[in-house]
């Protein structure tokens, strides 16, 4: 069986190194009548044998095997591990790596994927930064643990945000835009206030040092992009998971 490329987000200027592999998917991708469209998540209800093949097809993409992959159970906390070897790691919403092969991942339906690279340094990470995370400044931590474990610049760090919920649908509570300051909120009269997700992370990066021309922001809303991407926010139940992942290639 042959398949058209997959449709995936990349970052321009990750893609200028030679030595990193970047990719996020979307939903698009899968046969047409797969229930959650090009879906990465097991238990939401989709076949596990056709969420293990859409998973081998994205790790392609990028030249990897499903095997190489780094896969964390996240929940929305703030710990960030180093590792050197694929698999699962449990409570982790932020991986470190130096080994080349290893593919660090992070699952979204609407939360912020951060992807950092340190050429000189040698070194990547993948955060995953929904609201709670981020408000524990987790992409920020994660800048720090760079700069502190493996001797990482902040000039010589370069970023991609990608595709998550963005300030013009991102909706939440007053509970929640407490934990913000008013810079990042939108509000209209009468509707909840929107809080721009990204912008928070962007801003994280650059308070740990990091040049404003050194950090890109993919800018697709996850809620607004219907078509594209999938969204918890916007589709609840029947919301399928998108994975973004960073590899550091070996040397030839
Ligand atoms: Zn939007």
């Known amino acids: ?15 200028q190194f030679p030595h990193v592999r970047m990719a996020q998917s979307t939903r698009q991708g899968e046969a047409p009548d797969a229930p959650f469209d090009f879906n990465l998540g097991y238990n939401l209800g989709d076949e596990d044998s056709r969420v293990t093949g859409n998973i081998a097809r994205f790790a392609g993409a990028v030249d990897l095997e499903p095997e190489d992959l780094a896969f964390m159970h996240q929940v929305h906390g703030e710990t960030i591990r180093e590792v050197s070897e694929p698999g699962a790691y449990e409570d982790t919403d932020a991986l470190i790596t130096q080994q080349p092969g290893v593919g660090l991942t992070v699952r979204t339906a609407d939360c912020v994927p951060v992807m950092l690279y340190a050429p000189a340094a040698n070194v990547i990470a993948a955060v995953h930064a929904g609201w709670r995370g981020t408000a524990e400044h987790i992409t920020r931590k994660t800048v720090e643990r760079l700069q502190a474990d493996f001797g990482a610049e902040a000039d010589s760090i370069f970023a991609f945000i990608g595709a998550a919920a963005g300030l013009c649908c991102y909706e939440i509570g007053d509970e929640v835009a407490a934990l913000f300051p008013e810079r990042w909120l939108e509000r209209a ?28 922001v993919c800018g697709l809303c996850s809620i607004h992009e219907q078509h594209l991407l999938h969204s918890y926010r916007r589709d609840g139940a029947q919301s399928g998971r998108m994975l973004a992942t960073i590899v550091l290639r070996e040397e030839e």
């Open 189 to 216: 009269e009468g509707k909840p206030a929107r809080l721009d997700l990204p912008g928070v992370n962007r801003h994280q990066l650059e308070e740990a040092g990091i040049p404003e021309a050194n950090i890109e």
């Open 1 to 15: 069986m042959e398949f058209a490329p997959l449709p995936l987000i990349r970052s321009a200027l990750l893609s």
